[in-house]
């Protein structure tokens, strides 16, 4: 499932693998995916690996999209930077943000 959403990113966000919001969604939907690992280990060293990614992505483009979030289907970031949403949020199918 996470490699199906990552390819649907790609494609929704554009092929430029330099656009800002391509890179919070992979950051996002991998931080999803380590916090319902079963291993604990596996899941502690996933999660380091995630706040790492989240704190890059959120210093070189201002977009802060934590993994308790609730995402449906086909998220669009249109314009990316100063995107923030907190970790309460459910958001709907097929919704586009823009800064």
Known sequence: M???????????H???LRNPALWAVAT???????NH???PGLRWLTSKIYG?????????????LHREIEIG??????????????PGVKIGAR?????
């Open 28 to 34: 996002y939907r991998f931080g999803v995916w380590s």
């Open 52 to 64: 790492g990614l989240a704190f890059g992505v959120e210093l070189s483009s201002g977009i802060w």
């Open 37 to 39: 690992l079963r291993a």
């Open 95 to 99: 919704v586009g943000f823009m800064h």
């Open 2 to 12: 996470l490699l199906k959403d990552l390819a649907d990113d790609y494609r929704r």
């Open 73 to 86: 289907e086909a998220l669009h970031l249109v314009h990316s930077g100063n995107i923030k949403i907190h």
């Open 14 to 16: 554009g092929r430029p």
